[in-house]
């Protein structure tokens, strides 16, 4: 039996504004999208090579009333058609999360509609659901995006235990760094990758924690790259990003051999938005294949930030009576409601 047989249909509003995107969605219990805007600050904090907290809260402000009237044209429905609304209340920019979360609680009174607090990391697990039930229990997802580097096994929809995650940064965060150190754009990921393509791994950075259980950390590695360039400068790039890809793909595929070793699953999902990256879809497809696990790559536009993921997952917390208090969380851990 599925937990939402006997719920009546509607629809839930997703609203998520954790970091630099303000995103909404109109979003019902089967995963089916009926609208999902995204207004991207990436223009904003392109010259400080990373998110700039206080415009981030900002151009939320300006963003979101309009981004959940647009939804609601696109959708044809009416407040009237909600179920209730699904807001991230972590773990992000605190700043950023109280946009959301007000402007949510804010709809819900004058609406008269349930405001459920949702883990931004619950809707990352569940965005490979959307559309279309992608996922087989038990899964292994792993998020790899710009704030998270996390594996979890997954039992069900909310039986979810967190099996490996980073010491320090997170994978988007080496990308972005290291691009900034070879001179390159923000988001470094693209860039990099396009680089590392051109280039050939010369040089043999550090592989931190490669052969020690399902722990990851990047800042070692990082350093490593920063040490170079203070050294030697940062020519021959494409040759410097493709040895740091190289690294980051070796720390990668032996982790999920390991995960998939110790926590069998028939299947496993890549989402967050490194998953974009073409090297690293290929490694896993060779080591799911090998390992005879289904790969599944959801669509990009779900698993980079979203408010339709949110809205999925806030249908799991209604389906199972789930109300974690609506306050911010600036850290929130994925085991957490
Ligand atoms: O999930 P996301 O859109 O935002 C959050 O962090 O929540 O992920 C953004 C991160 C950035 O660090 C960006 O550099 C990285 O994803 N990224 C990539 C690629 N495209 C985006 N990293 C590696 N390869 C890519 N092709
Ligand atoms: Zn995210």
């Avoid at 429905?77 to 950023?96: E, K, N």
């Avoid at 972005?176 to 590392?196: N, S, W």
């Avoid at 950075?205 to 399902?214: Q, V």
């Avoid at 339709?308 to 994925?334: E, F, G, K, N």
Wanted: hydrophobic fraction near 45%; aromatic fraction near 6%.
């Amino acid at each position: 039996m599925s937990p939402f047989d006997g719920m009546d249909g509607g629809v839930i509003l997703g609203v998520e504004s954790s970091c630099d995107d303000t995103a909404v969605a109109l979003v019902t219990a089967k995963g089916e999208v009926l609208a999902s805007r995204k207004a991207t600050q990436e223009e904003i904090h392109a010259e400080f090579g990373g998110v700039y907290p206080e415009f981030a809260s900002r151009a939320h402000v300006k963003s979101i009333i309009p981004a959940v009237e647009g939804t609601f044209k696109e959708a044809g429905i009416s407040p009237r058609d909600l179920r209730a609304i699904g807001v991230t209340r972590g773990p992000g920019l605190i700043g950023s999360l109280l946009v959301g979360i007000n402007t949510a609680a804010g709809l819900g009174l004058v609406w008269d509609k349930p405001v459920i607090g949702v883990n931004h990391l619950r809707g990352h697990l569940r965005s490979a659901d959307l559309e279309e039930a992608r996922i087989t229990y038990p899964a292994l997802i792993f998020l790899v995006s710009g704030g998270h580097t996390v594996l979890a096994h997954m039992r069900s929809t909310t039986d979810i235990r967190i099996v490996g995650k980073t010491r320090d940064d997170s994978v988007g965060e080496a990308y972005d760094k290291v691009a900034r150190m070879l001179g390159l754009g923000y988001p470094g990921g693209p860039e990099i990758d396009r680089r590392a393509k051109e280039g050939t791994a010369t040089l043999r950075f550090p592989r931190p924690l490669i052969r020690e259980g399902l722990e990851f950390s990047w800042s070692g590695l990082k350093a490593a790259v920063g040490r170079h360039v203070d050294q030697n400068g940062p020519e021959p790039v494409n040759d410097l990003a493709a040895s740091f890809v190289r690294a980051v793909l070796d720390v990668i595929e032996a982790k999920c051999r390991k995960a998939l070793e110790d926590y069998p699953s028939s299947c496993m999902a890549v989402v967050g938005g490194v998953a974009a990256s073409p090297q690293i879809r290929e490694s896993l497809e060779t080591l799911c294949a090998e390992k005879g696990v289904a790969l599944c790559l959801p669509p990009l536009k779900w698993s980079t930030d979203n408010a339709a993921m949110i809205a999925l997952a806030a249908w799991d917390y209604l389906a199972h009576d789930i109300a974690p208090p609506l306050v911010a969380q600036a850290r929130l851990s994925l085991e957490v409601f």
